[in-house]
């Protein structure tokens, strides 16, 4: 199969999503890869490493996309990129299609066969390829939020670990998953109070378990949050169902409830956000301010730390594009289950029922289109 990875072109993303060894594994099995020229530069990666690695450098994303029988990328194309995408091509990549109308479209008027990495799921019910973005995402939340809260950045002024004889910041974080656990253990180790809040018992039994003694878990429910975000310096939003739209927990009317200078930081914003004044920004211009409460809503937040990123992420695609690389889309996803569920659209037919609620267009059950 012939394997293309073009360069990631939202702005400042510069992660690449494969790396060298990645490449080379594909060729040792038998396949060609294409990489666009510079793609990896802004991970580290030079030309040259992808060209000991086997691969063929293009110096077009066009060449790429007319070249390859599968591409992969980390980001879901962007409009530019609609038009490059054909019939029966694979599209390997993070879609999150519920939070794109247009994205959705444009792919539904492609044909193409577009493969989420969100939604390829294992019989545990975990996301084994949004896991390690949740990682880095999770990480990075309290560093940006601890950023954000400086005065000097619009925030109230607050240091997020405090020093003796103050108070440290106070840190609601919403959504108990991987994102919400990362955001916690790292708000905790800065030495912040932290809440944990999920609607699952056994999860937050869990996490009480597991959390450091500067952690608190909470059940969520609507009264608890308007409690918790009245003393709140930072709140984070983490909450994640598969595919589909996030529930908005913290509304406009709600935010009136919070301190003057606090902040968001809404990692959910790619599926649309669980605060309801959130909307996507850019690391370039990343944050924006509503009832005085500072936003930071950046979708692609892992872009910034690209290095580490697309390491991660190659480790846990890889084996899965060698799969579809192998055996072929069908194949593959017939034998696989984990990779059926990431099948979003097929040759213009909707078959992930999240997307399809998500705007009620027609929904076409996966098995129809094997």
Request: charged share 20%; glycine share 8%; aromatic share 6%.
């Amino acid at each position: 199969m012939k394997i293309g990875v073009p360069k990631e072109i939202k702005p400042n993303e510069n992660r690449i999503a494969l790396t060298p060894v990645g490449a080379e594994v594909l060729k040792r099995h038998g396949h060609k890869v294409y990489i666009e020229t510079n793609a990896g530069t802004g991970s580290g990666f030079s030309d040259s490493e992808y060209k000991k690695a086997g691969a063929v450098i293009l110096k077009k994303a066009k060449e790429v996309f007319d070249t390859a029988d599968m591409i992969m990328k980390v980001k879901e194309p962007i409009k530019q990129e609609y038009g490059l995408i054909r019939k029966n091509q694979v599209v390997f990549t993070y879609f999150h299609f519920a939070s794109s109308k247009d994205l959705t479209e444009a792919m539904i008027k492609s044909k193409c066969i577009a493969i989420a990495y969100e939604t390829v799921q294992k019989e545990d019910l975990s996301l084994p390829l949004l896991i390690p973005m949740s990682e880095v995402a999770g990480r990075m939340a309290p560093q940006e939020g601890a950023k954000y809260l400086e005065r000097t950045m619009g925030g109230r002024g607050v240091l997020l670990g405090g020093v003796p004889g103050t108070e440290p910041a106070n840190v609601i974080v919403l959504g108990g998953g991987i994102v919400g656990t990362n955001a916690a253990k790292i708000a905790a180790g800065f030495g912040a109070k932290v809440t944990i809040m999920d609607n699952n018992l056994y999860r937050l039994r869990y996490l009480d378990d597991v959390m450091p003694r500067n952690v608190t878990t909470m059940m969520s429910n609507p009264f608890n949050i308007r409690e918790a975000i009245k003393t709140a310096d930072l709140v984070i939003g983490a909450v994640l169902i598969a595919g589909a739209k996030a529930p908005k927990l913290i509304t406009k009317n709600m935010l009136k409830l919070m301190r003057p200078g606090s902040v968001v930081v809404d990692v959910s914003v790619d599926q649309g956000g669980c605060i309801e004044t959130c909307r996507p920004t850019t690391h370039a211009n990343p944050t924006y301010v509503v009832n005085d409460v500072l936003h930071y809503c950046v979708a692609n937040m892992p872009g910034a730390v690209p290095f580490t990123s697309t390491i991660a992420l190659t480790n846990a695609t890889l084996p899965y594009a060698v799969e579809l690389a192998n055996k072929g889309w069908h194949k593959a996803c017939t034998e696989n289950p984990e990779l059926k569920l990431g099948l979003n659209i097929i040759n213009g037919e909707i078959t992930y029922k999240g997307v399809a609620d998500a705007f009620k267009f027609k929904y076409t059950d996966v098995d129809e289109m094997m």
